[in-house]
T-cell receptor, first 113, second 113 residues
Framework: AQSVAQPEDQVNVAEGNPLTVKCTYS??????LFWYVQYPNRGLQFLLK??????LVKGSYGFEAEFNKSQTSFHLKKPSALVSDSALYFC???????????FGSGTQLTVLP | NAGVMQNPRHLVRRRGQEARLRCSPM?????VYWYRQLPEEGLKFMVY????????ESGMPKERFSAEFPKEGPSILRIQQVVRGDSAAYFC???????????FGQGTRLTVV
């Protein structure tokens, strides 16, 4: 079984600054990890995934995530934040026999102009 | 290639009525997942279906909720005798069943008045 946790409900960052949205995981076996973003009144959009291979995963809209096995983390990062990045971000991992996604509680990212 | 289509986008029902939510998966996808997002909360898994089969319904409330994915047509999430606490956003996701990411629809926002 896999589970994920997002320790921060809210992250604020100034436009142009680097951003990090944190996620930690608890897994048995090889972890599969995902990041999704949700804009207001919209569905979830896939950003990136880690299945195996390079620890640094590059995704959509300039986002990347670093898989760190020793720290059991999969933090989402972007070198330079945009106001349009303001949204709700979810870390997720498949679990259960159906491999349904288990989501973290979400982190509201606000990029200040 | 159309994405996951959900309709209606918004649904208002009076207490005691029935709500029917529809989801058409992406072309080529035969795996459908339903999730519920309560206000200010993350997404919670409800049910996983393949064509004509319910594979995992461990997240479904025991009463009033049912789901189907017929051989022809969309997947349906049905809520009988709705109550105010059913007000939420209901998201459908589809996948090809492999280790690829799931794609989400834009959700149906159910309001029970």
């Amino acid at each position: 079984a896999q589970s994920v946790a997002q320790p921060e409900d809210q992250v604020n960052v100034a436009e142009g600054n680097p951003l990090t949205v944190k996620c930690t995981y608890s897994v048995s076996g090889n972890p599969y990890l995902f990041w999704y973003v949700q804009y207001p009144n919209r569905g979830l959009q896939f950003l990136l995934k880690y299945i195996t291979g390079d620890n640094l995963v590059k995704g959509s809209y300039g986002f990347e995530a670093e898989f760190n096995k020793s720290q059991t983390s999969f933090h989402l990062k972007k070198p330079s934040a945009l106001v349009s990045d303001s949204a709700l971000y979810f870390c997720a991992a498949p679990s259960g026999s159906a491999r349904q996604l288990t989501f973290g509680s979400g982190t509201q990212l606000t990029v200040l102009p | 290639n159309a994405g996951v289509m959900q309709n209606p986008r918004h649904l208002v029902r009076r207490r005691g009525q029935e709500a029917r939510l529809r989801c058409s998966p992406m072309k080529g996808h035969s795996h459908v997942y339903w999730y519920r997002q309560l206000p200010e909360e993350g997404l919670k898994f409800m049910v996983y279906l393949q064509k004509e089969n319910i594979i995992d319904e461990s997240g479904m409330p025991k009463e009033r909720f049912s789901a189907e994915f017929p051989k022809e047509g969309p997947s349906i999430l049905r809520i009988q005798q709705v109550v105010r606490g059913d007000s939420a956003a209901y998201f459908c996701a589809s996948s090809d069943g492999g280790r690829t990411e799931a794609f989400f629809g834009q959700g149906t926002r159910l309001t029970v008045v």
